[in-house]
């Protein structure tokens, strides 16, 4: 039995779109950040990543978090990670050195790309990207993100994929960060090949049947 | 054949320990980050991070790198993660909840440690934990840190290490972050299992061998 916790307005949409990919049934219970409750406080429906119930799941109380047959795991990345490797198939690695690979990948999508990344994601949400003020943000942004988006965009020039020719969970962990980054046109224009495979990426059935649960989910 | 590229100075401490743990014979190549060079386009004895002949191993630039038989590899957290597992014995993950564990606590150092405590790092190289301004600095960081630490102080309450009751590569590489912030003594006096588990790593014979090379190092 699986369970993930977390809404799709969230990390989560990485677990979401991979039980898609892999085909998964799971049990979903959307704990909401406790950051977008009006007051999180107060009494609300919602179990939110305050609540006492979801602390005693992940102590850091921080969505995504699984509960996989009694297996508790947090970090979506390395969630994603595991339940490819859990389940096989083209996804997960075929050898240690693919999988070292993947995980290199995805940490360098942690560590290199999301926080800049997120602060396009948030301008373009706060309706800023059309403003003279958030294009010059977001400009100061991209010239942040030039190396790791001149790496992808080297890796993808002569890969359709990270790894080993084929869509894994590396591409599927790196996408998801990328993604945040997408709404400024000007830097996916710079690196056609990263807009090239994230288009190939976000054409598959389960990134769009994700994104419509998303696009349909209460705020 | 392993090489490592890096110096003792930078993240590739990460894996000289790591080495050192499983007894790894390898090469070093010392290349130094550009930015330590008073001129990085200045002619100097010593490979740096933006020479072409490391770019052409490393895209990114980055250290630590390795290349083990071919298969090259950044990310120190990543290497770190293959070259225990590729080695295998108690630092290696025993099952994949084990590694899915292993991988989950390198994230979480990374992405909700690794930042702050650096600035904990940089303020106490800088001479600047001694003065007021500093100390207000550090504990600003500290507040921050609060959430993480108070996350690795539960599990430590418990346990001796972070993964399966005993040392592994998730200590090790959480460890290495944990150690940007330990000059600050007021966040370890807050968390004294976080402090005692720190000790224990860092009283491991291949730490103490780690350290002696890397304050032998030339700046």
């Known amino acids: 039995m699986l369970t993930i916790y977390g809404v799709y307005k969230s990390r ?4 979401f779109w991979l ?13 909401i950040q406790a950051r977008k409750l009006a007051d999180p406080l107060a009494v609300d429906a919602r179990i939110n990543t305050r609540s006492p119930e979801f602390l005693a799941v992940n102590p850091m109380g921080a969505i995504p978090t699984i509960d996989d047959d009694g297996l508790k795991l947090t970090e979506s990345l390395a969630i994603n990670l595991y339940l490819a490797k859990k389940h096989g198939g083209p996804l997960s690695p075929k050898d240690l050195a693919e999988d070292a690979l993947m995980i290199q990948w995805s940490f360098f999508a942690a560590t290199e790309i999301e926080l800049n990344a997120l602060k396009i994601s948030t301008a373009n949400a706060e309706g800023r ?13 991209s010239r942040l993100l030039k190396r790791s988006f001149g790496v992808l965009e080297k890796q993808l020039s002569t890969h359709d994929y ?6 894994t969970v590396a ?16 830097l996916m224009e710079e690196h056609p090949h990263v807009a090239a495979w ?5 054409d598959r059935p389960a990134f769009k049947a994700m994104w419509l649960t998303r696009a349909d989910e209460q705020e």
């Open 12 to 15: 989560a949409t990485r677990t």
């Open 19 to 31: 039980a898609g990919e892999l085909g998964l049934t799971f049990k979903q219970v959307p704990v």
């Open 129 to 141: 990207l059309g403003t003279d003020a958030g294009k010059a943000e977001a400009d100061a942004v």
């Open 162 to 167: 990270l790894v080993g020719n084929r869509f």
């Open 171 to 186: 591409d599927l962990n790196v996408a998801e960060i990328v993604r945040y980054a997408q709404p400024y046109q000007p």
């Open 198 to 202: 994230l288009k190939r990426c976000q």
